[in-house]
């Protein structure tokens, strides 16, 4: 059953996933703090276009960023008078791709985790001199902690097992765009089911042990909102 | 001696605050009203937690909110102290990292309070490396009001600190507010709707009504007043009187304080010979007798009195209030027929029976 396979593909995926993460840590986090905290009308529309990509065919997401990222398309044309190079169909332009279609998983539970923390600490970090940043920082954080590790491990696995939006603006390029849920189809494709079955048990077995890290590690956080 | 000014004028859609404060910024002021009066929202724009598009705050020379001039430092930048309803300790930290918090964040040469002396006068040593969710309530009040204290705040402001607390544990937090005045005489500014815990612990009282100081000024002051009716529920209307206790019979199970109109009579009290003890005598607990009685009565404390005032006749309330001098001011609710009766008029020499001293039980049975 289990049949030799090429590393290629799961590398390029947890390259990817982890460039995906980072990016959306970094975009995700003051997104879900205004959400949080934000008292504008404009909150419901963010709100429903964050959560959009779960709702949506991967295709039609993939069919849009097809087009935005295309040599012609809004982010694709000034990246390519930029770098000199297209968005579609390389690595760049599938983190970009990644990064709108895994944005809820990580929007949402930082938007839980901080709105949980509420104002009242941060009230209280003020009073005792801190800066805004500074409780971001030493407050809200730390108390976040939880909300942090269920984004990043969210966003991780969820980038794993993309794969209608990594073909349609991927492509399917060995060492650039092709990962690993591709890959596995390719062998499905060709009818080689023991290489299939070593990249889908692999993923699956993966899965679990990080979903099962997480939710041992969530339980070793107690941590409670005083 | 540095004064408190602040004006604000700040609309919520069912509420609108509109208060002037200008008080010695001294001892512990307290704000007083009834729920919903605006207490928590007057003490959020003191710390700049709510921007008031109308407002002003001065300590001393020091002006933190001047919207005529755009002029608003965060609280961040103020060297305020807060502590709320509730103590909101970080849960991440332990009780060290908690007072250590704000600690850390002020510079070194205004650090006036030191981590030894706030750790020994709340009496919490022996916590210092727990997590604070271990603690008992009145202990995470003691380390919010420490935390705050080591920030060495020129002003420090109390949301209610004791209203999420039973009574066993207001007991066990209350005497430390006491010593925070003396130990460390930073000006508080105390809100609560329980007067006891004013009557205890306050210099001066604000009365908030609707969003408008009604009355501010040195609680006997305030306390002695006839026309509080209207701010005051009526089983709290009366004078506060400063003592000393002078004796305790032990034989009748008596304490005697001695005031500066003569001595009152309650039952035994915990206390040393020459503790300072402020009562507060119930208007309701009050009657007037035109010359002492040639009977014997029961009631222990009668004194002599002159009548000053006569309160507000009201034709649908049988009601008015009078207010005596016995040495110091005294109030006392009679009926209308009495007054009739006794023809009252002010200058006139009467008798007060005190049926009753009130001595905040909660706090100290």
């Known amino acids: ?226 | 001696m540095s004064h408190l000014s602040a004006s604000f004028d700040l609309t919520f859609p069912s509420f609108h605050l509109q208060a002037n404060l200008d008080v010695p910024a001294q001892g512990i002021i307290a704000i007083f009203g009834p729920s919903g009066c605006g207490k928590t929202t007057l003490l959020r724009c003191l710390a700049g937690l709510e921007r008031a598009p109308i407002g002003s705050m001065l300590l001393g020379k020091h002006c933190w909110q001047d919207e005529k001039q755009k002029i608003f430092v965060p609280l961040s930048q103020r060297p305020i102290g807060y502590v709320f309803q509730e103590p909101r300790l970080f849960p991440h930290l332990t009780v060290k990292g908690n007072l250590q918090y704000g600690w850390k964040r002020i510079g070194e040469s205004v650090r006036r309070i030191t981590f030894d002396q706030v750790v020994e006068v709340l009496g919490i040593t022996h916590l210092l490396e727990r997590r604070p969710s271990l603690l008992s309530g009145g202990e995470q009040q003691r380390i919010a009001i420490g935390r705050a204290l080591l920030t060495s705040p020129r002003l420090l402001l109390m949301d209610e600190p004791l209203s999420s607390l039973d009574l066993q544990r207001k007991r066990e937090v209350l005497p430390f507010i006491q010593k925070l005045e003396s130990e460390f005489h930073i000006p508080i500014i105390y809100v609560s709707h329980d007067l006891h815990e004013i009557v205890e612990l306050a210099k001066t009282v604000v009365l908030l009504k609707e969003g408008k100081v009604a009355e501010v000024g040195p609680i006997e002051e305030v306390f002695s007043q006839l026309n509080l009716r209207q701010l005051i529920p009526d089983n709290h209307l009366g004078a506060l009187i400063d003592t000393i206790v002078a004796e305790q019979d032990q034989e009748f199970g008596l304490t005697k304080l001695a005031f500066s109109g003569g001595h009152l009579h309650v039952p035994h009290q915990h206390r040393a010979i020459g503790e300072r003890l402020r009562v507060q005598i119930l208007a309701k607990d009050v009657s007037i007798i035109s010359s002492p009685p040639s009977f014997q009565t029961s009631v222990l404390n009668l004194l002599e009195a002159t009548v000053v005032e006569i309160g507000e006749v009201n034709i649908e309330h049988p009601f008015v209030d009078i207010k005596l001098d016995i040495g110091c001011p005294l109030l006392a609710t009679i009926t209308r027929k009495s007054l009739a009766t006794l023809n009252l008029h002010p200058g006139q020499r009467v008798h007060a029976q005190i049926k009753a001293v009130a001595l905040s039980p909660e706090i100290h049975q």
């Open chain 1, 1 to 226: 059953m289990i049949g030799i396979v090429e590393l290629g593909p799961l590398w390029l995926t947890l390259q990817l996933a982890s460039a995906t993460v980072v990016v959306l840590l970094i975009l995700g986090t003051p997104i879900a703090w205004w959400l949080a905290f934000t008292s504008s009308r404009l909150r419901t529309i963010v709100e429903a276009i964050v959560a959009l990509p779960i709702v949506l065919p991967p295709t039609v997401l993939g069919f849009y960023l097809l087009i935005a990222l295309g040599p012609h398309g809004f982010l694709g044309g000034p990246w390519k008078d930029l770098t000199g190079s297209a968005l579609s169909f390389s690595f760049s332009g599938l983190v970009i791709a990644s990064t709108f279609y895994s944005l809820p998983f990580v929007v949402q539970p930082l938007h839980g985790a901080f709105e949980a923390i509420g104002r009242k600490p941060l009230e209280a970090a003020w009073a005792l001199r801190a800066s805004k940043l500074d409780t971001f920082l030493s407050v809200a954080s730390p108390m976040a902690i939880r909300g942090y590790l269920t984004a990043i491990v969210l966003g991780f696995a969820h980038t794993l097992g993309e794969f209608g939006v990594v073909l349609m603006v991927g492509g399917n390029i060995p060492g650039q765009t092709k990962v690993l849920s591709i890959a596995i189809y390719d062998h499905v494709e060709v009818l080689e089911y023991a290489q299939a079955h070593t990249l889908s048990a692999g993923l699956l077995l993966f899965s679990f042990i990080v979903l099962l890290g997480v939710y041992t590690a969530n339980r070793r956080f107690p941590l409670h909102a005083t």
